[in-house]
């Protein structure tokens, strides 16, 4: 099993929808969590940490489920610029090095 | 300058060649990593330096071979190379290694090709 891993996509919606990723993780232990944003032929950015708590940043949710080991993304209202590929990273354990899953890809549409 | 940059964007060396790759980080960070990505393949994390200090060193061949003479450069010098070891190579740089908070910042990377 891998130790993280995400459904590769593509997702294609129109403008204006909801969409929404899930990304699983193997090891329990892990603490930190994060979403990265990796437009085609550029460098990840830092989208968004995960808390426990669940974590909110305008059109954009975190949740984390620690009991199913996943953590989700959604987003409301996509925008022809949020088209892009979502990595999903996560610690191998506290304090632990940063795994990346292979990372999701979102095509928004007109 | 802002951020982390990289340099050079774009190599092309023959497998006899010696190249280094350069990355330099404005924003005060400790701590600075090589990262490989291959196409449809997740990030591979290759070295990290923190203070100044090799921490990390994930099984990489020793045609890689990373330098930090201080805590806003690093280098990846490169020779004998093969052709599977064509791929992105991206620096990045956190405020701490092996914290809860380790937010990576990504320079724009090297698109490296071995011919």
């Known amino acids: 099993r891998k130790e993280v891993e995400q459904d590769p996509g593509p997702f294609n919606v129109p403008e204006g929808a909801t969409v929404a990723f899930n990304c699983t993780y193997s090891?329990?232990?892990?603490?930190?969590f994060f979403w990265y944003r990796q437009d085609c032929r550029k460098e990840p950015k830092l989208l968004m940490s995960?808390?426990?708590s669940g974590n909110e940043d305008g059109r954009f949710t975190a949740q984390l489920n620690r009991a199913s080991q996943y953590i989700s993304l959604l987003i409301r209202d996509s925008k022809l610029s949020d088209s892009a590929t979502y990595l999903c990273?996560?610690?191998?354990?506290?304090?632990?090095?940063?795994?990346f899953g292979q990372g999701t890809e979102l095509s928004v549409k007109p | 300058e802002t951020g982390v940059t990289q340099t050079p964007r774009h190599l092309v060396m023959g497998m006899t060649n010696k190249k280094s790759l350069k990355c330099e980080q404005h924003?005060?960070?400790?701590?600075m990593y090589w990262y490989k990505q291959s196409a449809k393949k997740p990030l591979e994390l290759m070295f990290v330096y923190s203070l100044e200090e090799r921490v990390e060193n994930n099984s990489v061949p020793s045609r890689f071979s990373p330098e930090c003479p201080n805590s806003s450069h690093l280098f990846l010098h490169l020779h004998t190379l093969q052709p599977e070891d064509s791929a992105l190579y991206l620096c990045?740089?956190?405020?701490?290694?092996?914290?809860?908070?380790?937010?990576?910042?990504f320079g724009s990377g090297t698109q490296l090709s071995v011919l």
């Open positions: 924003l005060g960070h400790n701590a």
């Open positions: 995960v808390y426990s």
């Open positions: 990273v996560v610690n191998s354990d506290q304090g632990g090095k940063l795994i």
């Open positions: 990045a740089s956190s405020q701490l290694y092996g914290t809860d908070d380790e937010k990576l910042f």
């Open positions: 090891n329990s232990a892990s603490q930190s």
